[in-house]
């Protein structure tokens, strides 16, 4: 744009003036544009110092130790992870990860980021032996991920020097061991000193079997022998209980299955325990609603004979007054029994301790009854052994119903 002017000075001269114009709307506005954008740019520089430092601040708290690499270096390292492995910062630049990696474990870790790098399913944690400066091995567990920047795979690695949790874990396994072998060392002195007991009591019992049926008449030395004759029995029982639970604990409770008639073990267990039912005054009544062609089953005789024997004694020696009531059925080739009293009855708080060993619901009681507290657990574990069920229904002051279910073979 070009203007030619004339003008005139204050005393009357002419002159002449040329003018050039250029319209700069334009670059006024890319200016003010570049200032804004200028501007825009130093507050995103501030927040992006305050984020890297906010970054390096949170990293660097970091109670693991964390590595930041791609394929040719080791970009970042936390203090944590210098603490871990006892070297400076200066130390791990220009250096790859797996240099610190114990030769033995280099080729796994070099997979497992192999693995991150196709993308492919893996698992988060890598178990790994480090190196520290010292020499020393570090026990670690790298939770490893990836981002890409630049299309550039960062790696980032958080490091937790397992170490003294591993120690801690062997330790505990050690002192695992040594209990079980002592637990074993126990068990096989009990089953041995049980049996070592066992036979002369049978010689005992033997004998004063012997002595009730020689003086007969004389009143004095029949109780006498009785009373042997009683208590060596309990004591024979108390050591069988023994035994039991020795074979439990050692896994050595075998079964032994065979056709039987079922109606003849509760005959059996019945008549056994017919006479103490009356010394207590108690009604002892054994019903069976099994068809004559369902009598044979196929099981453990012997165990299913122990499962009775304990269920019936218990329920002699907690009730007072009353009944004992024993019903077999089975249904669904399943035995079923079901032995209820009218005894003191077991409340909440003790049914959870009914089937632990020698735990005994009530100490006083016991006392007073007997026991050792190892019948219900005996029973607990025929039936788990025998793939069967246990059921117990009981209130505190009324009595006790248990129902076991065992699967049978005919």
Do not use: W
Not at 122 to 149: E, Q
Not at 171 to 176: G, W
Not at 250 to 257: Q, T, W
Not at 400 to 410: Q, V
């Amino acid at each position: 744009m070009f203007y030619s002017l004339n003008a005139m000075y204050k005393d009357g001269e002419l002159f002449g003036i040329s003018v050039f114009g250029k319209d700069i709307t334009e670059q006024t506005e890319l200016k003010k544009e570049i200032f804004e954008k200028n501007k825009l740019l130093r507050e995103k520089n501030k927040i992006l110092i305050k984020n890297e430092k906010l970054f390096r601040r949170l990293v660097e708290s970091s109670i693991i130790g964390i590595m930041i690499f791609d394929s040719q270096n080791i970009l970042f390292v936390n203090k944590n992870l210098c603490k871990i492995a006892g070297f400076s910062k200066k130390e791990f630049e220009n250096k790859l990860p797996h240099d610190f990696v114990h030769p033995d474990d280099r080729e796994h870790f070099i997979s497992e980021l192999e693995i991150r790098k196709r993308g492919e399913n893996f698992n988060d944690d890598i178990y790994l032996r480090g190196i520290s400066k010292r020499g020393n091995i570090i026990d670690m567990l790298v939770l490893c991920s990836t981002i890409i920047i630049d299309d550039q795979i960062i790696y980032i690695a958080n490091i937790i020097d397992i170490s003294k949790r591993k120690q801690e874990t062997m330790e505990l396994f050690i002192a695992k061991e040594k209990a079980e072998a002592s637990d074993k060392l126990i068990v096989s002195f009990l089953r041995n000193i049980s049996h070592e007991i066992k036979t002369p009591l049978n010689a005992i019992n033997g004998f004063s079997q012997l002595i009730v049926d020689s003086v007969k008449g004389n009143e004095d030395l029949e109780e006498y022998s009785n009373l042997i004759t009683e208590n060596s029995k309990q004591l024979i029982e108390i050591v069988n209980d023994v035994i039991d639970v020795s074979n439990i604990y050692s896994d050595d409770f075998s079964l032994d299955f065979n056709e039987f008639n079922c109606s003849e073990i509760i005959y059996e267990i019945k008549s056994l325990y017919q006479k103490l039912a009356n010394e207590k005054g108690l009604i002892l009544t054994s019903r069976t609603d099994i068809s004559s062609e369902d009598l044979i089953i196929n099981s453990d005789k012997q165990k299913i004979k122990k499962i009775l024997s304990h269920l019936i004694s218990n329920s002699i020696k907690f009730t007072k007054t009353g009944e004992i009531n024993l019903y077999t059925t089975i249904k669904d080739k399943k035995l079923i029994i079901t032995v209820s009293d009218t005894g003191i009855g077991i409340s909440e708080e003790n049914l959870k301790i009914i089937f632990e060993p020698f735990r005994q619901i009530d100490s006083g009681v016991n006392r007073m009854q007997g026991g050792n507290g190892v019948g219900l657990f005996i029973v607990k574990s025929i039936i788990d052994l025998l793939k069967g069920s246990f059921d117990i229904k009981t209130k505190l002051g009324e009595g006790t119903t248990i129902t076991i279910t065992i699967p049978i073979g005919k």
